[in-house]
Every structure is written in C-alpha cells, then in structure tokens.
C-alpha cells in the first residue's frame, strides 16, 4: 500500500522560508513522479512543482524563483523547499506521485496523495 507522508508545515512571516517534507513508502515502481499540490479555502487543488526521477522538474509560473523542489533516498523522500513566501502562499499543502515520468501539474494526473500539511503566511 503506497503512503505518502507530509510534515514541516507550519506559520511564516511574509518574506519567510519554510522547507515540507513527504516520505513515500510501500511502492513498487521502479520510478514516480512525484509533486506538491496546495489547496487554499474555497479554491481548487492546484499543482506546485513536480520532479521526475532523473530529476527534471516543473514548476507553475506563481512559484517559478521562489520555490525548489527535491528528491532524495532513490525518490523515498521529496522535499519543498519555499522561500520569498507571501499571503498568497497560505494553503494546505499536499504530496503526491505517479508511476512513471511527469507529464503535468494536473491533479487528474496523480493516484496516491498524502493527508496534506498546513501552511500559513501572514503579511
């Protein structure tokens, strides 16, 4: 059963950094795809940055500068790592994967999903 993992959530100042975690575990694909979605009160999921296994990414333009993505431990534990943070940023944030290489930041794309982490960024 794949499970996916996220922690490092948390309250930021505008301006701040914070850095998300996700462990990935009980796969057996030989490689994912794996990204980070947020979902902010009343809107929809939307697609964050994505990381193949070669480790080609794929941000969306509102992170582009701002946020990284990374994978460590042969793809057992992807990383967000935010910085330059605003007011807009404020979401539950969540990991996600898919066998194979990336295609999108479209949520249809994604099978397994984690239970999300908060996170909030005040002005």
């Known amino acids: 059963q794949v499970q996916l993992v996220e922690s490092g959530g948390g309250s930021v100042q505008s301006e701040g950094s914070l850095r998300l975690s996700c462990v990935v575990s009980?796969?057996?694909?030989?490689?994912?795809?794996l990204a980070w979605f947020r979902q902010a009160p009343g809107q929809e999921r939307e697609g964050v940055a994505a990381?193949?296994?070669?480790?080609?990414?794929i941000y969306a333009d509102s992170v582009k500068g701002r946020f990284t993505i990374s994978q460590a431990n042969v793809q057992r534990t992807l990383y967000l790592q935010m910085s330059s943070m605003k007011p807009e940023d404020t979401a539950m944030y969540y990991c996600a994967a898919e066998s194979g290489w990336c295609r999108s930041l479209e949520y249809e794309e994604f099978t397994y999903w984690g239970q999300g982490t908060q996170v909030v960024v005040s002005s």
């Open positions: 990381i193949d296994p070669d480790g080609r990414t």
């Open positions: 009980g796969h057996t694909f030989a490689s994912w795809c």
